[in-house]
């Protein structure tokens, strides 16, 4: 597939942007000095041979590291504020449908709080027979349920509204990620708890400094909330809210409260700044939607993606995520030459509900310019849309307008040199 | 309703941990969690837009002037335009009237914000930002009453307590819509 090139040397040439590797050249790849190890990395020494001396000895009370060749990181936004701000996961490089944990996304409107988990309750209260508090252990005792789901901001992407502005598939796609989560389903609290008649609503409220709260609708909170305190086998990483998250599949990430201390439920939504002054959507009229909580179908192509560099002519095989908020990913499809003929993609795993699925489509590059997309159908029969196609419904006040939900289809430019780029086509 | 809790009843009762196959099957109850004092949930606060909640006492925008400069101005401006700054980035306040359907809306209290009861419960939730939750209910009325009084939604001598603030009628309070979504253009 690359006759010219070794297999380190190739990967020094397709994901040369930016990265200690790719620095370093591709000629002296395979042999490069590392000097420092990357985040999440030991730095060792590297043997010339490796079946001729001994490896590193089996070490007790250890956690495990990251290969030190390895260097994807999150990417905070530069937001002017540190505790109020989010990092993107680095899609370009990932494979597969799980998010590392320690890639996942953040988003933080108070910094990441320490709490301890001896310490910390859930209490359920408000329109509800028994107001009761549950401690971790309690919470633990319960039946759990581990499903595998997707969480993405409503604002990612929303930089690319007026005109393609970040670089990087991590920049314009980064706000989504993926994991394994284990928890007890809400429905057993409510069963414990009892609600009340005319109950409809319910305020979940975070122990961070921002003290955040949304209210989400009980009949969502009823059919598959889940409160989290798993996530990929462990504890949930304390950037993700540990000890304990509410996870709402399919729904916005803002909802998904972190460190999550109490719920209380309503008739009634609380309009709390999240959900009046900050998630919602302002229309070119005007108006602004309220509790536009459904992430919608959409796909990425993470590879080749915007900063890349094909070496030459040849075999690739196109790679990306696609995911709805709406149920399962019916089909994807691939384009070559911005949108005009769609080829159906592989998809590499069962679709689950609320998941991504990774999509690949083997593609014969003949050298020539080509502007490369991916589709996602969901099972409700919804097709992911364009840009002109959302702009015509939501207007054009842009990046200070609708700049939420904005799950167009994404365009990469790749030019005759193999650059790839982020267009609008 | 009824019916259903007469059937918790029953699991409580009797079935739970009875030891039988059939009880295991049906259990409704797990007996785990403790009961909530009403002390524990007088802790919280959420406030919606009928003020259910709102505490005691009062503020007006007199007392919020000083109350504005000392904690909020630093990072919201003594103008309540915001500071962008590194390390800062307080939110803009006020402006904004009649720019939503233009090309550069501009979203504060003053011209996007649906509920004056929503200041309130951020106010007196998050900030200050160096010392979340710290301002006195006093303190968080006086502040309310100043932005108020300042985007000229209320006037200068009006107090703000838990009986007035929930009759605030904002500027921008019909500017919301239900989510329209799915977009039915798009399964044309």
């Not at chain 1, 939607?289 to 459904?294: A, E, G, K, Y």
């Not at chain 1, 915007?306 to 690739?316: D, H, I, R, S, V």
């Amino acid at each position: 597939m690359f006759p010219r090139r070794t297999t380190s040397s190739r990967r020094g040439f397709l994901f040369a942007a930016g990265s200690l590797v790719g620095a370093a050249g591709a000629a002296t790849i395979a042999h490069a000095e590392v000097l420092k190890a990357p985040t999440g990395a030991v730095l060792y020494d590297v043997p010339d041979d490796p079946t001729k001396v001994q490896g590193r000895p089996v070490v007790d009370g250890s956690y495990g590291t990251r290969s030190q060749f390895e260097t994807e990181a999150r990417m905070r936004y530069p937001t002017p504020n540190e505790n109020t701000s989010w990092s993107l996961t680095p899609l370009g490089r990932g494979v597969g449908n799980i998010t590392p944990s320690g890639l996942h996304f953040e988003r933080h409107h108070g910094g990441i709080p320490t709490i301890d988990p001896a310490k910390h309750n859930l209490l359920i209260h408000g329109m509800v027979e028994r107001s009761m508090t549950f401690s971790m252990a309690d919470i633990k005792r319960l039946p759990s349920v581990t499903r595998k789901h997707f969480i993405e901001c409503s604002g990612n992407g929303l930089t690319e509204w007026n005109k393609p502005t970040m670089k990087t598939v991590q920049g314009t796609h980064g706000l989504l990620s993926t994991s394994e989560w284990t928890g007890v389903q809400f429905a057993t609290f409510a069963r414990e708890t009892g609600l009340k008649e005319g109950a409809a609503w319910v305020l979940a409220e975070g122990a961070d400094a921002a003290v955040m709260t949304r209210s989400i609708p009980l009949e969502k909170m009823l059919k598959d909330a889940l409160i989290v305190y798993g996530q990929n086998g462990e504890a949930i990483r304390p950037e993700q809210g540990y000890p304990l998250r509410l996870l709402l599949p399919g729904y916005e990430g803002n909802t998904h409260i972190k460190w999550l201390r109490r719920l209380q439920v309503s008739d009634k939504p609380f309009m709390t700044r999240e959900e009046t002054a900050k998630y919602t959507d302002l229309l070119g009229s005007g108006k602004a939607r309220i509790f536009s909580l459904d992430m919608e179908a959409k796909s990425v192509i993470t590879f080749p993606s915007g900063e890349m560099k094909l070496p030459g002519p040849g075999f690739y095989n196109i790679t990306g995520l696609a995911w709805t908020g709406r149920g399962r990913v019916q089909s994807v499809d691939v384009s070559l030459d911005s949108g005009r003929t769609w080829y159906p993609a592989r998809l590499e795993s069962p679709p689950e509900p609320m998941c991504t699925v990774r999509f690949s489509f083997p593609w014969m590059w003949d050298g020539k310019g080509a502007v490369l997309q991916s589709r996602c159908i969901d099972e409700t029969g919804y097709v992911q849309p364009t840009l002109e196609q959302l702009i015509a419904i939501r207007g054009n006040n842009g990046s200070f307008g609708s700049i939420y939900h904005l799950n167009a289809i994404q365009s990469w430019a790749v030019s005759e040199a193999g650059d790839v780029t982020n267009v609008h086509a | 309703m009824s019916m259903r809790n007469s059937w918790f009843g029953c699991v409580i009762g009797v079935c739970l941990f009875s030891g039988s196959a059939g009880a295991q099957s049906m259990v409704g109850h797990f007996g785990v969690g403790q009961t909530a004092t009403a002390d524990e949930a007088a802790k919280y606060f959420s406030i919606p837009p009928s003020g259910d909640g709102l505490p005691a006492g009062s503020g007006t925008a007199k007392a919020g002037v000083e109350v504005f400069a000392s904690t909020c101005a630093a990072c919201h401006s003594d103008k309540l335009q915001g500071n962008p700054a590194a390390g800062i980035g307080g939110d803009r306040l006020l402006g904004g009237r009649g720019s939503l359907a233009g090309k550069t809306p501009v979203k504060t209290v003053e011209s996007y914000w649906p509920y004056a009861t929503t200041l309130f419960d951020y106010i007196k939730r998050t900030m200050p930002f160096s010392a979340p939750g710290s301002l006195k209910d006093d303190e968080v009325y006086s502040l309310v009453a100043y932005i108020l009084s300042e985007a000229r939604i209320i006037k200068p001598s009006e107090t703000i307590d838990a009986k007035s603030l929930p009759k605030v009628q904002m500027p921008n309070k019909d500017g919301f819509i239900p989510d329209a979504r799915p977009e039915l253009e798009l399964y044309r």
